[in-house]
């Protein structure tokens, strides 16, 4: 299932809980659609920022830190 996809079917449940409410089924399913979105969502915050690079005022690069 690409990402448009799983998107999709996760606005398809948001829309059928408001209306008609969803099955335990389509509870879980929603879950597992939800967190399948969020954690691509932080690999591609997590590799955009392993790209990041902060210049200082002499011109120095230097890679973006993991914050302790």
């Known amino acids: ?18 209306t008609e409410g969803l099955t335990p089924e389509e509870l879980a399913e929603r879950d597992k659609l939800r967190r399948v979105y969020i954690d691509a969502y932080k690999a591609s915050l997590t590799a955009q ?17 993991k914050k302790n």
């Open 49 to 65: 920022l392993d790209n990041t690079y902060l210049v200082d005022e002499k011109g120095n690069k230097r890679k973006l830190g």
């Open 1 to 18: 299932m690409t990402m448009q996809e799983t998107i999709a079917r996760i606005n398809e449940l948001a829309r059928k809980a408001k």
